[in-house]
């Protein structure tokens, strides 16, 4: 990255940067306001031979697959942006962890991707205007989670295990101070 010519500079790219990561969670929690708003209405998605058109009828789409789609991690990496006026152009990488577990033979998923985005500021707000998918590798193993072999866990059912929208912690009262945080007998 150049050195940010100035503060405004700096306060862009961590408005795109905020996109990019708030859309990964999005994914994840299965909240799509977070990936509809990182969207222009006239946006254009290319999810790289899974979807062209127009980025409201791909909200729309994984907005029926998402809430039940199997447990998933988006881990966003080497973000390079490049500011030119109103416009923005962005590459990220995409490693995605997906556990397909409610199937007969179920495994574990590892994929990376890249994204490249066209962001545009419209009305004083970044949002993509163009994205474009390119699929780089897949990995699939059988699955097999032992929680470091009991290290981590000796029994993973008492876990606290993320989940999707509203039911995972990041949605509870308790982050804004009006619940619990912990349950008694849990390290804090």
Avoid at 29 to 43: G, K, Q, S, T, V
Avoid at 76 to 86: C, R
Avoid at 95 to 115: C, E, G, K, N, Y
Avoid at 160 to 183: E, F, M, N, S, V
Wanted: glycine letters at 8%.
């Amino acid at each position: 990255m150049a050195r940010p010519k100035s503060v405004e500079e700096l306060f862009d790219r961590e408005e795109i940067y905020d996109i990019l990561i708030n859309y990964a969670r999005g994914a994840d929690r299965a909240d799509i306001d977070l990936i509809a708003a990182a969207y222009h209405d006239d946006a254009i998605e290319d999810h790289g031979g899974t979807f062209h058109g127009p980025a409201s009828e791909y909200v729309a789409l994984i907005s029926k697959v998402l809430p039940t789609a199997p447990r998933m991690s988006h881990i966003v990496t080497n973000i390079n942006i490049e500011l030119d006026g109103e416009k923005a152009y962005t590459e990220c990488y995409f490693l995605t962890f997906s556990r397909r577990d409610q199937i007969d033979d179920p495994f574990d998923s590892l994929t990376m991707a890249r994204v490249i985005d066209r962001f545009e500021r419209r009305d004083g707000a970044w949002k993509i205007a163009h994205r474009r998918l390119a699929w780089d590798w897949n990995h699939e193993m059988p699955l097999l989670e032992s929680w470091g072999r009991g290290g981590i866990a000796p029994d993973p059912s008492k876990l606290t295990r993320g989940a999707k929208k509203p039911d995972d912690i990041l949605y509870g009262d308790w982050l804004r101070g009006d619940g619990p945080a912990t349950q008694k007998g849990e390290i804090e």
